[in-house]
Each structure stands twice: as C-alpha cells, then as structure tokens.
C-alpha cells in the first residue's frame, strides 16, 4: 500500500515545468444540448461556467451527464447545439490546455515510469530529449515519486499508479485538469493522502479543476463550489459555495462545523433528486 505523507518538491525541483504556463483557464459551457441517439437528451440548454484556477467538484446521480460533461469540456464529443469555449475559444481535443485523468491510471505496461511521463511530450516532439527527461523528472517530483523514475507499472502500488498519471498529464502543464472519480477505485488512506496532494499541487500551479466525484465528503473537502447535477435531462439541480478555509488539511477540515453543514446539505439535496425520480 502507499500511504505515505509526501514533503512538498523545492522550487529548483519543479523549475523544469514552471515554463510559460499562467495559472488557470476559464471554461464556459453555453446553451448546451446533447443527446448520444438524437431521441434521448442528456442535456437541453447547460450552462455552466469556471473562473480560472476555481475548483468544481461535480456531483449527481448514476447517469446524470457526468462523464458526458467532461467529455464534452475536452471537445470528445460534439455538442449538437450550444458552445464550449476555454478561454473564449471553442474547445478541441488537441488544445494544449486540456488534460484528462481518468478512475484508472491507463499506464503503459512496457514503459518505465519515466517514459509514461515523457509520452506526451515525445508525441508533440517539440523538445530534445534532455529536456523532454528533465520536464519528465520535475513532473514526477510534483508527486513524489523521483525514486521510482526506473521502475515499471506493475512494480507500483495502485496509488504510485495513479500519481504517475497525474504526473504524465502535469507535465505537459494543462490549464484545465478534468479528472472522472480519479482516486475511486484506491483505499481510503490512499485516498485521503491523494486528496491533499491535489489540492497542494492545485495552489501551487493554480490550474482550473473539474473533478467528478460520488463521495459528498471528497468534494467538499477538495472544491471551491460544488455542482450538483439532477436526472438528466434536466442539468443542474444547484450549486454551493465552499466556504471552507485554505490550505486545506482532511483531519483538520473534517472536524469543522462548517464541513458537517456543507456535507449535510448535499447530501439532503441528493436525497430529494433520487426521491423524485
Ligand atoms: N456511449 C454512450 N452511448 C449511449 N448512451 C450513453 C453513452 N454513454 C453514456 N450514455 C448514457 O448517457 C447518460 C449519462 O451517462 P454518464 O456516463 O454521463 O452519466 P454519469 O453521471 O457519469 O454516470 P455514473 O455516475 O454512473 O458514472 C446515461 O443515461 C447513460 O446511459
């Protein structure tokens, strides 16, 4: 098991990805219809929008549109009416602002982890490989694990794995991570470790986040506002504010009264969309 605490990496460590990127994009969903057959609507007219470097926890129930959103904010799939737009510009699959971690690690097996980390970088072929190497490295001190640079997927625990795909999308310095339950399948220590690794690497290089999640106390622990999503087609049910204080520690935040009024109001709010259905 990796249940580890990680220091944070100095700044000479991470130097290597600290390049040209500037913070958070700003995303805006507009109008958005979607329907996967043409008869069944997963969304009429959605919006919804991000200020850069905000953290949006998305919540609902099995078959709200989820997944369906974030496939439609990285531009995977066309919305039939509506406009997504990263900083005003139509999104696509290839913007460089974009990166995707999904619940499962999706590691190459025949790669070592550091090679997992340089792929995208090799496939834009835009840098030597020293540098490709040392962009490589800087990602996987982020997530505190330098030391298994040489090592192979299989060698790693299920957490190592999904650091490294975190890693593997950092370092190609994304302005807008969307991650679908990304810590969901790991134990709960795992977890709760991971959870504060995010949200330290998200205050140090203040990407904007859309994290979709099942666990009420997850999202309230890691989002600036949280969106709940109702049976779809209807969209968004509402939305709450986290008004919990920063830097964010789960043993201290947990204990709050505030993080109990939160917790409990969602999950009232989730209650009476599954009593309607
Ligand atoms: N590829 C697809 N083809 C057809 N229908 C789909 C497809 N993917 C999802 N759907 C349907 O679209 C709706 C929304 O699915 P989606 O996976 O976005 O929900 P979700 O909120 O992420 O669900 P869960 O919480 O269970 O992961 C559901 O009714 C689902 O059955």
Redesign the pocket.
């Known amino acids: 098991m990796d249940c580890e605490i990680l220091t944070s990496p100095s700044d000479s460590r991470i130097g290597a990805l600290s390049g040209d990127r500037s913070g958070g994009a700003a995303f805006q969903v507009d109008g958005v219809d979607f329907s996967?057959?043409g008869t069944h609507p997963?969304f009429r007219s959605l919006a919804l929008t991000a200020r850069p470097g905000e953290f949006v926890a998305l919540l609902?129930p099995?078959?709200?549109?989820?997944?369906?959103l974030l496939n439609l904010l990285s531009g995977f799939l066309p919305p039939s009416s509506g406009r997504i737009t990263i900083d005003g510009e139509t999104v696509t699959p290839e913007m460089p602002a974009l990166g995707y971690v999904f619940q499962s690690p999706q590691l190459f097996p025949w790669l070592d982890v550091l090679d997992n980390v340089r792929f995208g970088l090799r496939m834009t072929g835009r840098l030597r490989d020293a540098e490709q190497r040392d962009k490589a490295m800087a990602a996987l001190a982020l997530v505190g694990l330098e030391a298994a640079a040489g090592k192979f997927p299989h060698q790693l625990s299920g957490g190592m794995q999904q650091r490294v795909a975190l890693a593997r999308v950092l370092v190609l310095e994304p302005r807008l991570l969307l991650m679908d339950e990304p810590f969901a399948a790991l134990d709960a220590i795992t977890r709760a470790t991971l959870n504060e690794e995010l949200l330290r690497l998200c205050g140090r290089l203040g990407q904007t986040v859309l994290f979709i999640t099942?666990d009420v106390e997850e999202a309230v622990f890691l989002a600036d506002r949280v969106v709940l999503l109702d049976i779809?087609p209807a969209g968004i049910h509402s939305e709450l504010a986290i008004d919990l204080p920063r830097p964010r520690r789960l043993r201290e935040t947990r204990r709050l009264e505030r993080f109990t009024t939160l917790t409990d109001t969602l999950l009232e709010r989730i209650s009476a969309i599954v009593a309607a259905a």
């Not at 099995?62 to 369906?68: E, I, N, Q």
């Open positions: 996967y057959d997963v609902g099995s078959g709200c549109g989820k997944t369906t099942h779809a």
